[in-house]
């Protein structure tokens, strides 16, 4: 079942148009990551998707219900974690657990399931204002979890995490979609993210641009020569990237990788190759792994 749908969704501020016909869809048990720079519009989504923002038009699906017709059936499965969690620091990791449980009515049963998933044990006799940022945010996960989501967003779960709570969370979020719960995350620490997304979904100035479409782009713009290197490569690579030909590139003995600028200059780098007597003996695309398709949307900027 699709326990996600997100469909056309723009909101403005003002003359500031944020979101742009936002669309896209996350499957039960699946982990989909959200990726974009501060500005992008990211946290806005997940705060229309949380029905903390209204959308100036859009629907939004979540387990089959149309949060704008049937608002509490879609918010009963769904919950979020969305910029810096909110507890309460006067109070005990377990007396913030028993507080947002009162609130929505969660059987006692659940509250000790909970317990044991944020595996705090006994610091949660301790004050909360006496927690790491991990222990803030494995407490704050959990009270998320009070409810039994079928759908969780998660707004920079990682941050301020040392790597052993990062681990440990990175943990949680992969046994709950092996339970069925279908995730969208965000995060700046966008390998940690690589690790244990599904797939990604990239959104620039309001607008989606799709995984497949940022990686074929990625392919056609990042190539390795199999050439043996030469003491005029350095000055005609330098030549070609003042020429606005190409990004960057490196060199080893054996190999030379550049990124173009466009994907209609690679038969210029090649035609200047040959021309200066250089022997290609091969030449390959680059894989599109999430750091170059970060780059080619955010830093290269063609899509």
């Not at 006799?125 to 407490?139: A, F, H, N, P, T």
């Not at 466009?262 to 750091?291: F, K, W, Y």
């Amino acid at each position: 079942m699709t326990a996600l749908i997100v469909d056309k969704l723009n909101k403005s501020y003002g003359k500031h148009h944020v979101l742009k016909d936002v669309s896209f869809t996350v499957e039960a048990g699946e982990i989909v990551g959200f990726i974009g720079p501060n500005g992008s519009g990211k946290s806005t989504t997940m705060k229309c998707i949380a029905n903390l923002v209204y959308p100036d038009s859009g629907k939004m699906v979540i387990q089959g219900h149309d949060l704008k017709i049937a608002r509490r059936l879609a918010l009963k499965n769904f919950s979020s974690l969305i910029e810096a969690p909110g507890l309460y620091f006067n109070l005990s990791g377990r007396e913030n657990l028993q507080l947002f449980a009162s609130l929505q009515r969660v059987p006692k049963k659940q509250v000790e399931r909970v317990v044991q998933y944020t595996g705090l044990g006994a610091r949660l006799r301790e004050k909360v204002g006496k927690y790491s940022m991990g222990m803030k945010q494995r407490l704050a996960l959990g009270i998320a979890l009070l409810a039994d989501p079928s759908v969780l967003v998660l707004d920079e779960p990682f941050s301020g995490l040392d790597p052993d709570g990062v681990f440990k969370l990175r943990e949680m979020i992969k046994g709950l979609a092996a339970a069925g719960c279908g995730i969208l995350f965000s995060s700046h620490q966008i390998l940690e993210m690589d690790k244990i997304a599904h797939r990604n979904i990239f959104i620039k100035d309001g607008r989606i641009i799709p995984q497949a479409e940022a990686q074929s782009y990625v392919t056609a713009l990042n190539y390795r020569l199999a050439i043996q290197q030469d003491s005029g490569d350095l000055e005609l690579m330098n030549k070609l990237q003042d020429a606005g030909v190409i990004s960057d590139f490196q060199q080893d003995e054996y190999v030379l990788q550049f990124s173009l600028t466009s994907m209609d200059h690679l038969t210029t780098v090649l035609a200047e190759l040959v021309n200066s007597g250089r022997q290609i003996n091969g030449i390959a695309p680059q894989t599109a792994d999430i750091e170059n398709v970060y780059s080619a949307i955010y830093t290269q900027g063609e899509l």
